[in-house]
């Protein structure tokens, strides 16, 4: 998924109260009007076609010119509506990427249906939140042997203390070679996470080090929680609304029938 393009078309969403006001014939001319509204950033189009809060989602700074620019081009390149019954999906480019506002039928016609879109959104940015988690745990893997490479030992910290590098990360001056783990495991704001994920190092006894990953808001941020071991194998469990205490709760590297491997 193109998640740049995602974000930036955010700014096109609205609050699931939100209702969506212009009808057509057609999804086509539904998906035509889109367009068209977003390559002229017609304000008043867009309220039209999506209902007056549109704005919800716009950030401080504005659309971002690339994502829109990325679209209006794979719009050029390939464009095509999708029906799934009573939904239909404006899917453009060669990779055929969906847009996350469906156009819905109605005894009136045709009209984008902002709640629907809102639990699209949903399930994407959880989708894609659970797959940089996993690629996180693997890059952490590499950050262990590399770490070992060089001191004959694992780290037991992610975040290496002031002025140390007895952790994965450590800041570095210019010149100077990067630390295992990069700074996104540093977020500036405590608690933050990483793609809306935890992690926290735990121990295996078999291959020396694990880690066990967890979102930061079940249900928003992430569903599945991950755990991974020197063997560079992934784990997912489904721990619940109580995903943060029941991770924490775990002291070492043990997956029991609750796991099941992710498919490499």
């Known amino acids: 998924m193109k998640r740049k393009l995602l974000t930036g078309l ?6 699931a109260g939100a209702v969506a006001q212009q009808q057509f014939n057609t ?3 539904a998906s035509d009007a889109l367009a068209q509204a977003i390559r002229e950033q017609n304000e008043s189009a867009m309220s039209n076609l999506l209902g007056d809060n549109w704005r919800t989602f716009l950030p401080p700074e504005g659309v971002e010119p690339a994502a829109v620019a990325r679209f209006l081009r794979d719009w050029q390149v390939h464009h095509q509506t999708v029906l799934e019954g009573d939904k239909a999906w404006l899917a453009v480019g ?7 506002i469906p ?3 109605t005894t009136a016609g045709w009209h984008f249906d902002m709640r629907v879109a809102e639990q699209e959104i949903l399930t ?15 890059a952490y893997v590499d950050a262990q042997e590399s770490y070992y490479r060089i001191n004959a030992r694992y780290a037991q910290k992610i975040v290496s203390s002031e002025g140390k590098k007895d952790g994965l990360y450590w800041p570095v001056t210019p010149g100077e070679a990067p630390s295992p783990l990069g700074p996104a495991f540093s977020p500036p704001e405590p608690g933050a996470g990483y793609h809306g994920y935890r992690f926290r190092i735990i121990p295996d006894t078999k291959s020396g080090f694990a880690m066990i990953a967890w979102p930061v808001s ?18 997912q469990a489904d721990l619940g609304k109580e995903s943060a205490k029941e991770a924490s ?4 590297f043990n997956p029991n029938k609750q796991w099941q491997k992710v498919a490499q």
Do not use: C
Not at 94 to 100: A, E, G, R, S, T
Not at 126 to 138: C, P, Q
């Open 10 to 15: 955010m700014v096109f969403m609205v609050s």
């Open 27 to 29: 999804p086509e001319q």
């Open 94 to 100: 060669d990779n055929h990427w969906q847009l996350p």
């Open 103 to 105: 156009a819905v039928k």
């Open 124 to 138: 994407r940015e959880i989708g894609r939140n659970e797959l940089s988690a996993i690629n996180a745990l693997h």
């Open 218 to 235: 079940y249900g928003e941020t992430g569903v599945m929680s991950f755990m991974i071991n020197g063997d560079d194998q992934v784990w």
């Open 249 to 252: 709760a775990i002291a070492a």
